[in-house]
Nanobody, 127 residues
Framework: QVQLVESGGGLVQAGGSLRLACAASGRTFSRRSMAWFRQAPGKEREFVAGISWSGTSTYYTDSVKGRFTVSRDNAKNTIYLQMNSLKPEDTAVYYC????????????????????WGQGTQVTVSA
């Protein structure tokens, strides 16, 4: 497992941008595909974006395609989520997660496939 800490959340107006970061500790970070999930009030947690262990492959849920970009820097043990053109419906607590298996696929959307989670960071988009 790895330990994960998110940062970068906040309050932004619709149309604005935020960049989330997730810092990882542990020696196996570079072998694990990672993902961002989010959970809005009263809703189930949902997959947002995934990135392969190498950073060469990414996958997004339809609602954020063209607006969000996931990236990683294995030298810094960090992944990022650049969020542009934010909408009120993007309001949620955002979590980063690390896959249980090594060298997994970025399109793994089931949260049961992830064994390490951050504490979450709140993103609020006002209309």
């Amino acid at each position: 497992q790895v330990q994960l800490v998110e940062s970068g959340g906040g309050l932004v107006q619709a149309g604005g941008s935020l960049r989330l970061a997730c810092a990882a500790s542990g020696r196996t970070f570079s072998r694990r595909s990672m993902a961002w999930f989010r959970q809005a009030p009263g809703k189930e947690r949902e997959f947002v974006a995934g990135i392969s262990w190498s950073g060469t492959s990414t996958y997004y849920t339809d609602s954020v395609k063209g607006r969000f970009t996931v990236s990683r820097d294995n030298a810094k043990n960090t992944i990022y989520l650049q969020m542009n053109s934010l909408k009120p419906e993007d309001t949620a607590v955002y979590y980063c997660a690390s896959q249980t298996a090594y060298y997994g696929f970025p399109y793994t959307t089931r949260d049961s496939e992830y064994d390490s989670w951050g504490q979450g960071t709140q993103v609020t988009v006002s209309a």
